[in-house]
């Protein structure tokens, strides 16, 4: 009988029906990626800042396209077998863009797709001057995005408001509760900034929730035992790696240029494991050709 290998979404649902909280790093191309895998990480988070910054060196204010993210989602798709969440910024568009970004991520490889309610150009949840859409056509990308899951797209839908920021977080908890009974799989309410936000949120919106734990952002980092007990499903670190990234650039590119070796760096034989050599000598092996 043909072995049934599951999709991400299916690994992703098997992840979340398991007891216990989703630790996750977010990662910005496919070596971040296989790094995360590598140390034992059980899924990983496509951060749309982190990919902003790396991939056109510009701040997550809804500059990069729907292109560039599909694109950078799928090389770090498939550079690794752990689900992959996926930063969906607005849908790209109306309703029907919506659809078309919910089918292009499935395609792509993703196991889940991240939807927000901010206005087009977006910005990063933890910066000024956000704004975010009526209530109603949030609701219309949810429902469209829904619409494409159940529709065929083999892909989790998470939904992700912002309002808290401009309309309170009575309005922030109305637009998760009513996501989730569109038929969103996951619920995130983004930057709640007292441990009481975070509790009323978790008490009042049923599914599994997300918490976006920036370091030095306006979220409170709680301990993961304490974000389990409240009612969180899922932890997620977007934007450390890219943090220790460009700091360690920057102090070897110090060192460099006083004529030192700069600190912390890999022996060859590491570097060249970690992206991938040995794998690929052995298949070398496997297919090379012996004319005799």
Known sequence: ??????????????LLAHPGILLMAGCHDAISAKQIELMGFASTFMSGFAVSAVRLGMPDTG??????????????????????????????????NVRRTVQGY???????????????????????????????????????AVDARDAGADILIMARTDSLATHGLADAIERCRLFREIG??????????????????????????MANLIEHGKTPLLPLHELETMGYKIAVYPLTL?????RAMREALASLKLGQKPKGM??????????????YYAEEVRYKFDPS
Do not use: W
Not at 6 to 14: F, K
């Open 106 to 144: 499935a395609q792509a490889g993703f196991a889940c797709i991240m939807l927000e309610d901010q206005v087009s150009p977006k910005r990063c949840g933890h910066t000024q001057g956000k704004a975010v859409v009526s209530r109603d056509e949030a609701l219309t990308r949810i429902q469209a």
């Open 184 to 209: 969103a799989d996951i619920s995130f309410l983004e930057a709640p900034e007292s441990v009481g936000e975070m509790h009323r949120y978790c008490q009042e919106v049923d599914g599994p929730k």
């Open 242 to 246: 890219l943090s220790v990234y460009i």
């Open 1 to 14: 009988m043909p072995v049934l290998i599951s999709s991400p979404a299916e690994r992703l649902r098997g």
């Open 63 to 96: 500059l990069i396209s729907y292109a560039e993210m599909v694109e950078q989602g799928r090389t770090i798709c498939q550079a690794v077998s752990i689900p992959v969440f996926g930063d969906g910024d607005t849908g790209f568009g109306n309703a029907i």
């Open 266 to 279: 890999l022996d060859f034989e590491e570097l060249k494991a970690a992206v991938g050599f040995p794998d």
